[in-house]
């Protein structure tokens, strides 16, 4: 059974850090690009950073460039979203997601990904 879970999203101040982690089971992550997304309330699921599959390209959205940062270990068959300095406007669920692609580079389309995560919750808040 494909599935990622997502864990690592909680409740922390302006300027706070989290490391989201996505665990990949049921199928090998390392042929897959993959995707960090987030929807906040009311307002449409934004892709926010991607990797690809040999990890010699990623991809940042401006809002969060200089402060996220993509990463995966495919030995562990995990990928990371270490949040930095972060905004009350990073409040949002944040989703993992994974793409079959034979681009050289990843995108942040969420209508091309593959499987999606359950989601976890990131509040920033003071």
């Known amino acids: 059974q494909v599935q990622l879970v997502e864990s690592g999203g909680d409740l922390v101040q302006p300027g706070g850090s989290l490391r989201l982690s996505c665990i990949a089971s049921g199928f090998n992550l390392v042929s897959y690009d993959i995707g960090w997304f987030r929807q906040a309330p009311g307002k449409e699921r934004e892709g926010i950073a991607c990797i690809n599959k040999n990890e010699a390209n990623t991809y940042y959205t401006d809002s969060v460039k200089g402060r996220f940062t993509i990463s995966r270990d495919n030995a562990k068959n995990t990928v990371y979203l270490q949040m930095n300095t972060l905004k009350s406007e990073d409040t949002a669920v944040y989703y993992c997601?994974?793409?079959?692609?034979?681009?050289?580079?990843?995108?942040?389309?969420?209508?091309?990904?593959?499987?999606w995560g359950q989601g976890t919750q990131v509040t920033v808040s003071s």
């Open positions: 997601a994974v793409q079959y692609s034979n681009r050289p580079y990843c995108i942040v389309a969420p209508t091309t990904y593959n499987y």
